[in-house]
């Protein structure tokens, strides 16, 4: 081996061990369990909980691997506002409209609610009504990173639904919008415990799914963003020739259906397509943690894993607070759905 390449592979691996230690420095792979919350929740109740799930959503997938990536969004969405706690499944009442009425969850795939509610009734026909939307939609979502090609893994259960759906306020408070940049994104995640590695670890669900045009035609009209590849650029023009088409695109131009590290590798070639996305390796505070999950896809897996069972377990409802809904869409009868909801904003949709 030459002298040359000795100092490459010297170079390479000092590198490799900063950000090994960066990223585990950042945040844990064994997450606390809230109290109520269980590894085996419906081991007595619904053992085959599990193989319901994902024996249905194998054949879901095998006919549109694109809604995989609409369950894994819809999850966060339910997550990121007022806990997992199936709100974001609420239709709206007379107090108002739903979550789903809010800017960042209109574009949501209305195919996702369905994927959900037809499970939930596979699940309480085999069951009874003992599991919750919540914990169902938790269940999609970890199977939806597994069927895709991402990591499998075990989540805590016993989460309850919620008997009221977040204000338009705090839905927009709460998902940050894919104009955000890295301060922004850390800030917002901040308050619900995130560390610099769970925000770009969770990001990168963006590997899989697609975006509406008007969620990133701000990084190319009137003047296009100068972190953005030229030629990258160029392609998203032929798609949205202008800043209010209604075209769509893939979040990932590597591997767009595939769960895997592609994503990362997209920013460190100016590819990413949201400022959220691209201002994760523009910022110095998280551009080493994204060539980390570039270089090495099982320590994205890992910390990804990490990310996603703290976020599932954010705000949850247990014990014998909410309910258990006999549909997905609305409260159980008996009980008064509450919300106040703020005034329409304008449109926008969400980062994650």
């Known amino acids: 081996m030459s002298i040359s390449m000795l100092f490459l592979l010297s170079n390479f691996l000092v590198l490799?061990?900063?950000?090994?230690?960066?990223?585990?420095?950042q945040g844990g792979s064994d997450e606390p369990i809230v109290s109520g919350l269980s590894w085996t929740y419906y081991d007595s109740s619904c053992p085959n909980l599990e193989s319901i799930v994902r024996k249905q959503l194998k054949k879901v997938f095998k006919n549109d691997i694109g809604q995989a990536a609409g369950l894994l969004r819809l999850h966060f969405h339910d997550c990121f506002v007022q806990g997992c706690d199936g709100s974001v499944l609420l239709d709206g009442s007379a107090s108002g409209p739903s979550e789903q009425a809010a800017p960042p969850n209109l574009s949501l795939r209305a195919e996702a609610f369905k994927i959900i509610d037809d499970l939930r009734r596979r699940v309480h026909k085999k069951c009874g009504r003992v599991v919750s939307c919540a914990d169902i939609l938790a269940l999609s979502a970890r199977d939806a990173v597994f069927l895709s090609g991402g990591p499998d893994y075990d989540i805590p259960l016993g989460r309850r639904d919620g008997l009221n759906f977040a204000t338009t306020?705090?839905?927009?408070?709460?998902?940050?919008?894919?104009?955000?940049?890295?301060?922004?994104?850390?800030?917002?995640?901040?308050?619900?415990?995130?560390?610099?590695?769970?925000v770009v670890a969770l990001s990168g669900g963006h590997t899989i799914g697609i975006s509406h045009c008007t969620s990133f035609t701000d990084r190319l009209y009137p003047t296009q963003d100068p972190t953005m590849d030229q030629t990258f650029a160029k392609n998203l023009k032929t798609t949205c020739p202008t800043a209010n088409s209604n075209g769509t695109t893939v979040l990932d131009i590597r591997s767009p259906d595939k769960f895997d590290n592609k994503y990362y590798v997209d920013l460190m070639n100016r590819q990413g397509l949201f400022t959220s996305d691209q201002d994760l390796y523009t910022d110095s505070r998280t551009r080493g943690?994204?060539?980390?999950?570039?270089?090495?896809?099982?320590?994205?897996?890992?910390?990804?894993?990490?990310?996603?069972?703290?976020?599932?377990?954010?705000?949850?409802?247990?014990?014998?607070?909410?309910?258990?809904?006999?549909?997905?869409?609305?409260?159980?009868?008996?009980?008064?759905?509450?919300?106040?909801v703020a005034g329409e904003g304008k449109e926008a949709w969400s980062a994650f």
């Open 289 to 340: 943690i994204v060539t980390g999950f570039a270089i090495n896809q099982t320590l994205f897996y890992e910390k990804f894993v990490s990310s996603m069972i703290k976020m599932s377990q954010l705000s949850v409802l247990t014990g014998t607070q909410g309910e258990i809904r006999a549909n997905c869409s609305v409260r159980n009868s008996g009980n008064v759905l509450v919300s106040s």
């Open 16 to 25: 490799w061990s900063y950000f090994d230690h960066f990223a585990n420095a």
């Open 169 to 198: 306020a705090a839905t927009l408070a709460n998902l940050p919008p894919p104009s955000s940049n890295t301060t922004a994104l850390l800030t917002s995640l901040a308050t619900k415990n995130f560390t610099a590695t769970d």
